[in-house]
Structures are given as C-alpha cells and as structure tokens.
C-alpha cells in the first residue's frame, strides 16, 4: 500500500471513531497528554463553538499581554453559545476571567483543556473554586476502536490517537517524550538539568508495572532521593504517569507498603524502555500487557463517571493480585498473565486474595482464545475482556 493509501485509510477510519468521552451540559476542564485526541473531540462534538487556541502563538501573546481581551472575544460572538480554551495552563490568569463569566453568563458553557496540571497549581488557582469539573481525556480503549482494535498491535505501537493517524509510528512515538521534553519542562523550566530527568525517564521505565522503591531509583539515576520524588510528581502532573496504591481495607496480612508505577499508554512505555541483549522479549511484553489493561481499567471508570477505586494487592510474603477495582458495587480482583495456558501457579495469588474477601470476583486475563473456569476462578481471553468494556456499563464476566 502506497504512503498517500496508509493515510487516507487511517484518516478514514480516525473520523469513524466514536469516542466514548461523556459529553457533558456543565462547565468542565478536560485535562490529559498531548496526543490524547481532546481538541479533536471537542471541535466534533461541540461545533457551535468559540475555541481559542493558546498554541497558536498569536493568540497566545495576545490574550498573555491583555486577558481581558478574552471578555471581548466572548461578547464579539454571540452566536457561540460554548467557549472552549485549549491549553489553558499557558495562560493561569484566564481562570480569574472565566470565573466571572461563568457568574455573569449562566447560559454560556466553559470547557478548559490542558495536557498538565502543573502550572495552574504552581500559581495556586484554585480550577474555579469548584464551578467547573474535573474530566480526563485518554488514549484510544479497545470498545471505541472495535474491529480495528489489535492486541498486538496495541502492546507494540499503544492506544494514542496521535501514533494510530501517523504513518511512521515508530518515529511518532520516538520523538513524543521528546516533544514533552521540550515543550512542557525544558521550556517551563520545571528542573534545571535536563540531562538528569532524561535518564531517569529510561530508568524508571524498568519499574512500569513494578512495586516503586524511590531509595533504590534514586541510587540507580546516581541522583537525590528528593530529586526523584520530584521527578515522578512532574510525569504525574504531566499526566504521562500514574501510580496505585496497595489494597489494605480489613487487611488480615502483612502488607508491602509502596505502590507500582506505570507509564500511560503501553506504547510509550515500550518506546522509552531500553532493550538489549539481556533484556527478555516476553518481559517487556508482560509489563506492556499489565499496564494497557490497567490505562483500559482507568478509562472505563473515568468516562463511566464512577466513583470506583483502582489498587493493587501484595503480601510481604510475595501473594499478589495486579489489580483490584473497589467501589459502591463494584469489587473485583483481576489478574493478569502474558501467557497462552494457565498454570495451578498462576491462581495462587487471587486464592489468597480471595480468602480473605470472598465479596470479591476473581478474574484472570491471559492470552489464550478460550474462556475457562478453572477452581471457581474465570478465565478470559485479554482481548475478548478488552473490547467488552465499555464505560457505563459492568465488567462483563
């Protein structure tokens, strides 16, 4: 297939994509990482829209020199009933003008983007005092892309809007933490050696889908312990990186104590994560496989708008269980295995777990085409379980 087929084939399908992103009445932000596919979505689903753009830089200067001059935007198109700002970070003295509008315009919806956080809590902007709220924007899940969804495909190249519409998704995915690099810490100045923070984006890679040790990460990127912790808080805050906590309600065992680390979307882990020689094909994989079920498990409570918890679950004495989703009505322990067979082994985790919460539904996701009930533990094939979940409804079992 010629390049100019590739694309015209990808953009087709781009624009058949129906994202599952709740559209929502409220004033809201819509925060996640660049690439995510938020102003895309927004300019579909709200077309009759005033959208400014801070990324243009025209615009930018503009409105950075004189904010009031969002007030004149707004009263000069009156036929926008929706005022979207896109990247809202670069300019936190809007959110004081938005504020106001949203008090004297009640017929007017605000919705506010934004790839980080950081800035706006830097400056100490409260995100409107609660009158707009809080949604994320993520990578492409299994149930929006239905038939072009590959396993393989997503555990290689990941579920980024941005990488699936580019031709060259090596290269795309190669220079998007450059991208971030650059544009939101070199240029914002958020550490003072690049070099540094560099490193220890490869380093940590090593701990996707690991117990995090920030002592024994620190000795590794030969940096402060200090500088570490800051480190990760910034890829939190960029929205790049997440961490879950142990699962300790009612806990009758000894627990570990530190939580595990993940990248947000397996195809930028397996871009940033160094391979070599001694480095096992399947390790990587397994790391790739855990970590795009648990961005698929986040998704599906975000965008379901559910107030459920999502943890993970390790005894001192080695018992573990990937993930655990806790809420009013929901309570599931689930595993995962980059495997095609199950093993006895490989039940002995949830059987632990399952001991003592027998509320819980144990569930293994694992690579083979069958489902299978083994020990009164179900066994689902990753893929089948993937493309079933869809927000708003229930884990289908």
């Not at 919705?111 to 707009?132: E, H, N, Y």
């Not at 560099?198 to 889908?209: D, M, N, T, V, Y």
Request: proline share 4%.
């Amino acid at each position: 297939m010629l390049d100019c087929e590739i694309n015209s084939f990808y953009n087709t399908i781009m624009k058949e994509i129906k994202r599952l992103i709740p559209n929502l009445k409220l004033n809201f932000f819509l925060f996640g990482p660049r690439g995510t596919g938020k102003t895309t979505w927004l300019s579909r689903t709200f077309k009759n829209a005033l959208i400014i753009d801070l990324l243009d830089e025209i615009t930018c200067r503009s409105l950075l020199s004189r904010p009031e001059r969002l007030i004149e935007l707004i009263e000069g198109n009156p036929e926008n009933d929706t005022i979207i700002i896109d990247e809202v970070q670069k300019i936190p003295s809007l959110l004081s003008i938005v504020h106001s509008q949203i008090e004297k315009r009640k017929k007017l919806q605000f919705i506010l983007t934004g790839s980080s956080s950081r800035k706006l809590k830097k400056q100490g902007v409260d995100l409107l005092a609660g009158r707009a709220i809080l949604k994320f924007c993520y990578p492409f899940i299994a149930s929006e892309l239905k038939e072009n969804f590959s396993l393989e495909y997503a555990l290689t190249f990941g579920m980024l809007p941005l990488v699936f519409s580019s031709e060259n998704k090596e290269l795309t995915l190669m220079t998007y933490i450059s991208l971030y690099l650059k544009e939101e810490i070199q240029l914002e100045g958020i550490v003072q050696n690049i070099g540094n923070f560099a490193r220890f984006l490869e380093i940590i890679s090593f701990s996707h889908g690991q117990v995090l040790n920030v002592s024994e990460l620190a000795r590794e990127c030969e940096i402060g312990r200090k500088s570490v912790s800051a480190y990760i808080s910034i890829l939190e805050d960029l929205l790049i990186a997440y961490r879950i906590p142990i699962f300790s309600k009612r806990a009758k065992r000894q627990l570990i104590k530190h939580s595990k680390f993940y990248y947000f979307d397996s195809g930028v882990y397996c871009s940033i994560r160094p391979k070599g020689p001694l480095d096992r094909t399947e390790e990587i994989a397994g790391s790739a496989l855990e970590g795009l079920v648990l961005q698929h498990l986040k998704t599906w409570n975000e965008y379901g708008m559910k107030n459920n918890k999502i943890y993970f679950w390790r005894t001192k004495s080695g018992n573990e269980v990937d993930f655990i989703i806790y809420g009013e009505n929901n309570f599931y322990a689930i595993e995962v295995k980059n495997s095609n067979k199950i093993r006895s082994k490989d039940l002995n985790g949830l059987k632990s777990f399952i001991n003592d919460y027998p509320e819980a539904v144990p569930l293994i996701l694992y690579r083979g085409k069958d489902k299978l009930k083994i020990q009164g533990i179900l066994c689902i094939p990753c893929e089948y379980f993937l493309l079933q979940l869809i927000p708003g409804k229930k884990i289908l079992l």
